[in-house]
């Protein structure tokens, strides 16, 4: 049973405009959400994060928005750049517990030039 | 800072045999957690060791199994490999416990394919 979802494996954008990546989870306890980024032959690195007292964290070009309510989050990457062409994981977790983190499949995105 | 090291970076094997992979962590890190990376399921975890200790562990079969030193490099070992095992198995270091509070470093992988 996948606790989170990321139902596009792939998507394409155009260099300068935003990239906007999507995932949902079905545990509500989970509290705190992160994504990371991974290129070829290498593993994730992490990218941004967000508590679930929070609906929006913004970190340079990179913002998360969290919707409790419809179990969904996203990753807004604006403006998409070259060196974004990567595959990014939306991750989730239960901060109290210190529960293991629970990926997502990842999208694969790529920046058309 | 070294980062995180996985040993060997490519491995073939036939179905039916065992084998080991092999995790150095950052300096100072104590937690060492494995994961698998297949395009079907993305990444899965195995496991995390903590202080030599196994502290969570997913949903994987008995054939998969770890062990943590004291000075906190791990090994990962599965035995009776089948085809399905083949996948890149991400190491990964933190502090302390791997959670929200403590970043997650990951090595480069092992890439493993099973004939």
């Known amino acids: 049973d996948q606790q989170v979802k990321q139902n596009s494996p792939s998507l394409s954008v155009q260099e300068g405009r935003i990239s906007i990546l999507n995932c949902d989870y079905t545990?509500?306890?989970?509290?705190?959400f992160l994504w990371y980024k991974k290129y070829p032959a290498e593993g994730p690195t992490f990218l941004i994060s967000?508590?679930?007292?929070?609906d929006k964290n913004e970190d340079g070009r990179f913002t998360v928005f969290l919707n409790k309510s419809a179990k969904h989050l996203s990753l807004h990457i604006v403006p998409s750049q070259p060196g974004d062409s990567a595959v990014y994981f939306c991750?989730?977790?239960?901060?109290?517990?210190?529960?293991?983190?629970?990926f997502g499949k990842g999208t694969r995105l790529h920046i058309l030039p | 800072k070294a980062g995180v090291t996985q040993t060997p970076r490519y491995l073939i094997k036939t179905r039916g045999q065992q084998v080991t992979l092999s995790c150095s962590p950052i300096?100072?890190?104590?937690?060492v957690s494995w994961y698998q990376q297949t395009p079907g399921q993305g990444l899965q975890f195995l496991f995390e060791?903590?202080?030599?200790?196994?502290?969570n562990k997913g949903n994987f079969p008995g054939r998969f199994s770890g062990r943590q030193f004291s000075n906190s490099r791990s090994e990962m070992n599965v035995s009776t490999l089948e085809l399905g095992d083949s996948a890149l198995y991400l190491c990964?270091?933190?502090?302390?416990?791997?959670?929200?509070?403590?970043?997650?470093?990951f090595g480069p992988g092992t890439r493993l394919t099973v004939l």
């Open positions: 990964a270091s933190s502090l302390n416990f791997a959670g929200v509070d403590n970043e997650q470093f």
């Open positions: 300096s100072g890190h104590r937690s």
């Open positions: 991750a989730a977790s239960r901060r109290n517990r210190d529960d293991k983190i629970i």
């Open positions: 967000i508590s679930s007292i929070k």
């Open positions: 545990n509500s306890m989970f509290d705190y």
């Open positions: 060791y903590f202080s030599e200790t196994q502290r």
